[in-house]
């Protein structure tokens, strides 16, 4: 699977967007983009994934660039509850592929 | 909303004894999983399971654990002779696919082990 890039942390204020980003430049045509979040120790949560189209859903947006090498995650108005380690994970389309988690982005929502 | 569930969420054992961790997936998910994550650090895959059968493991999941659907809806992970070093989050994830559309793995919370 190809690795990803994130920055280890970020601060967001409550209300607004949270824009996470993510470099994945060695993405394989057939790799998937998986983000998931994990609030302090807790199961790693499934945001949203995507191929190669802008998804949306009713937690986040996923934004691809069209040659695929980068991607972010918009909360689009950001809680306290949405503290958390974000992960971006690039994953296999097809076959078995397991979840291979990095560091991820620390991000701190303040009031 | 369907969710992965296991039990217990906090277990302590000594050091050589086995433990079995819990978990029942969501109900119409094929697929299942294990990783773990010990304390400060990434979590880490350690075994898929489909169709009866273990698809794909990790270096960690060595011949001191093991996997088990015993019925239709738990899955479990098996320790044999627990060590300090496997103190840590364990981690139940199941899904309805592997790849492709609807591939997504949902976790539980998690069982925290702690081994003396």
């Known amino acids: 699977d190809a690795k990803t890039t994130q920055p280890p942390s970020m601060d967001c204020a409550e209300g607004r967007a949270a824009n996470l980003p993510c470099n994945h430049s060695?993405?394989?045509?057939?790799?998937?983009v998986y983000w998931y979040r994990q609030i302090h120790s807790q199961g790693p949560q499934y945001i949203i994934h995507?191929?190669?189209n802008n998804e949306t859903n009713e937690m986040a947006s996923l934004i691809i660039t069209e040659d695929r090498k980068s991607s972010t995650l918009i909360l689009p108005h950001a809680t306290l509850r949405d503290t958390a380690v974000y992960y971006c994970?690039?994953?296999?389309?097809?076959?078995?592929?397991?979840?291979?988690f990095g560091k991820g982005t620390m991000l701190l929502v303040s009031p | 909303e369907p969710e992965v569930t296991q039990t217990p969420s906090h277990q302590v054992t000594q050091m050589g004894q086995e433990v079995i961790l819990r978990c029942v997936p969501i109900?119409?998910?094929?697929?299942f999983y294990w990783y773990r994550q010990i304390l400060g650090q990434k979590v880490e895959f350690l075994v898929s399971?489909?169709?009866?059968?273990?698809?794909?493991k990790s270096e960690i999941f060595d011949d001191q654990f093991s996997v088990e659907r015993p019925d239709g809806s738990n899955f479990t992970l098996k320790i044999r002779s627990t060590k300090l070093e496997d103190s840590a989050m364990y981690f139940c994830?199941?899904?309805?696919?592997?790849?492709?559309?609807?591939?997504?793995?949902?976790f539980g919370q998690g069982t925290r082990l702690t081994v003396v």
């Open positions: 060695t993405i394989s045509g057939n790799e998937y």
């Open positions: 994970i690039v994953r296999v389309a097809t076959g078995y592929s397991t979840l291979t």
């Open positions: 995507g191929l190669k």
């Open positions: 399971f489909y169709n009866n059968e273990i698809s794909e």
């Open positions: 994830a199941s899904s309805e696919k592997s790849g492709g559309a609807r591939a997504e793995a949902f």
């Open positions: 109900s119409n998910h094929l697929y």
